[in-house]
């Protein structure tokens, strides 16, 4: 007998927009536990922006998007931030902040919501920061290191509560492909070994493929989801021709059969 | 292109002179230079022969001008409509008065949660990072005393110098004194401090709660489930509260210095008598409006300067703005709250 697993998220009927400017339209996807789920679509079909609303910074003009069940743009602001704390975001160009040190900046959420001692803090922070990888960084500021780093950095920041989900903004963004295809196996590493669940917006096919299992294709013209699934199943069975153009880097069904 | 562009005019009045023609060839010489002036030229002429139905035969152009055209001639699949970037004078008026309740909403919002912030940090509910508000503290008064030694200085000289030219008049030179130390203490000293900080701390924080908003550090915080208003703006309106009235005071000394120096250095006036009119003229009332002006302007600065920031367009372009609307707003402000306080106190009396 089938037990019916519950999604880590649902996102049901969900519109989007700026300024009673629609953006995206009756979204309905959702996202299980362990899945990598990838959010993709050209630039300018709203994955950003549908990323925000899903991190709690864009509230829907309509629809719902559900953690464990519970409607987030629902809740009150202190349950709100409640289920924030479960989240962990990577964003496009790391986001650290810039006056503190990158332990400063691992420490700051272990400090907010745990008790631990200081000591404590430096040996988590000491701990995430190894896992990417950067163990004996803790006294730079960001201005000193790498974009590459910097983004590790937030990465060990995004992991220092043990966060259930963890979203990635365009993670390869800006990235050289060598660095780009570490951070998709640290995505892999850590999916494993937090067993969180990894929401990817991303254009990056290399990534995509690599990565995930599980995605949603958004239409800029249409301004809706027009796929959902595995992305190397979309590639082999999908008959939608701006899926496949996406998936091959421009070419048509027929160019892509004929291969 | 160096020797201007050709245009289509004569070939097009050529074509009209002559109905019967019904394509247009073209025949270059293979040691022909060209540059993109040809094939803006040519693509005018290719649209004008399009809208007469006259045929073209590209076959005789240079290969390499041949794809130019056809890359510009070619019907790219969407259009997306381009925003209007020029509006009239009128139309920008309106939208302007049209967002005023807008902007109105925004700041009673934003000083609506300053205060429950404020409320939270007196309950202890607020992080506050006390390592940061000292850097704050630092930077709003150590960083900011030699500009305002300097300013208060020679602003004590100038009244003293421009005061002594009608009391010269009356033999009543002494008073100028009185003067300085009076306008000074009042009014002066928190004005001038006021604009040196809004436009030397005030500027800096809306710059940096900009790069901050546009680097996504604001919503890294918001994610984390903490309010940027405690966490940035709190510490920030707190140290200038602190600092403002401090460097106040020590603008008033610097200004009673600057006008002593001119008084007996070059009005040749007695300097134990100067420095007995001086504190006979200062009340302890006048210290005081002196200092609700410093704490007002304090408020005001920090509070443009950290809402401009916080309100910043996520671009480069948008930072230099938030900037200079954080500066213009709070010497607004400034001005505004000193005319006010003025005239309460005129009213009361005081």
């Known amino acids: 007998m089938d037990t019916a697993i519950q999604p880590v998220i649902e996102v049901q009927g969900l519109d989007l927009g700026y300024d009673g400017i629609p953006v995206l339209h009756d979204l309905n996807f959702s996202v299980n536990k362990g899945d990598i789920f990838i959010v993709m679509g050209v630039s300018g079909s709203g994955k950003s922006t549908l990323l925000k609303s899903m991190i709690g910074l864009k509230e829907p003009t309509k629809g719902k998007i559900l953690f464990n069940g519970k409607s987030f743009w629902d809740e009150e602001t202190q349950g709100q931030q409640n289920m924030m704390r479960g989240f962990g975001v990577l964003y496009q160009e790391g986001a650290l902040w810039s006056s503190m040190t990158v332990g400063e900046n691992v420490a700051l959420p272990l400090e907010l919501y745990t008790k631990l001692s200081k000591q404590q803090i430096q040996e988590i922070v000491a701990l995430k920061l190894s896992l990417v990888g950067l163990e004996g960084h803790e006294d730079l500021f960001p201005s000193g290191i790498s974009g590459g780093m910097c983004k590790r950095v937030s990465l060990a920041r995004a992991i220092a509560l043990d966060p259930g989900i963890i979203f990635f903004d365009e993670p390869s963004a800006g990235l050289d492909p060598i660095n780009a295809r570490k951070l998709d196996d640290l995505i892999l590493e850590l999916r494993d070994g937090l067993g969180a669940t990894i929401v990817v917006v991303t254009h990056e096919l290399a990534s995509i493929f690599a990565i995930g299992n599980n995605s949603v294709f958004l239409d800029e013209v249409s301004k809706t989801m027009i796929a959902t699934g595995d992305p190397k199943a979309l590639l082999a069975d999908s008959k939608d021709p701006r899926v496949i153009q996406f998936l091959t880097r421009g070419k048509s069904n027929e160019e892509q059969k004929s291969k | ?350």
Not at chain 2, 146 to 175: C, E, H, N, R
Not at chain 2, 218 to 236: C, H, Q
Not at chain 2, 308 to 329: F, L, M, P
């Open chain 2, 1 to 350: 292109m160096s020797g201007g562009l050709l245009g289509t005019s004569e070939v097009t009045s050529q074509l009209q002179s002559h109905p019967d023609i019904v394509q247009i060839n073209f025949s270059a010489a293979p040691e022909l230079k060209w540059d993109s002036g040809l094939v803006s030229f040519l693509l005018k002429l290719i649209r004008e022969c399009g809208e007469k139905n006259l045929q073209v035969d590209r076959q005789g152009l240079p290969q390499e001008a041949q794809k130019l055209l056809a890359l510009a001639l070619k019907v790219h699949e969407k259009n997306v409509p381009i925003e209007k970037m020029h509006q009239s004078f009128l139309e920008k008026t309106g939208e302007k008065a049209l967002r005023i309740d807008e902007s109105i909403r925004s700041v009673l919002d934003f000083l609506g949660d300053i205060a429950g912030s404020f409320g939270r940090l007196m309950r202890g509910k607020v992080f506050f990072r006390w390592d940061d508000f000292m850097l704050l503290v630092k930077r709003c008064g150590v960083d900011t005393l030699l500009l305002v030694s300097l300013i208060s200085l020679l602003v004590g000289m100038i009244l003293a110098f421009v005061g002594s030219i009608q009391l010269k008049t009356f033999g009543a030179q002494i008073f100028v004194a009185d003067m300085v130390a009076i306008a000074m203490v009042r009014v002066l000293s928190a004005v001038m401090t006021g604009i040196i900080v809004s436009g030397r701390i005030g500027a800096s924080f809306a710059a940096e709660l900009g790069m901050m908003q546009a680097n996504e550090e604001i919503d890294a915080l918001k994610t984390l489930g903490v309010s940027p208003v405690g966490f940035l703006v709190i510490p920030r309106v707190m140290a200038l509260v602190m600092m403002m009235p401090l460097l106040t005071i020590y603008a008033d000394l610097m200004a009673i210095l600057g006008g002593f120096l001119i008084s007996v250095g070059m009005l040749h006036l007695n300097p134990v008598e100067y420095l007995n009119h001086t504190q006979h003229a200062v009340k302890l009332n006048s210290v005081w409006i002196g200092l609700i002006h410093s704490f007002v302007f304090a408020v005001i600065i920090a509070v443009a300067g950290c809402l401009r920031g916080i309100q910043c367009e996520r671009n480069a372009a948008g930072v230099g703005k938030a900037t200079t609307s954080a500066v213009v707003t709070a010497i607004t402000g400034i001005v505004i709250a000193t005319a006010i306080i003025t005239f309460i106190c005129q009213v009361l009396g005081v």
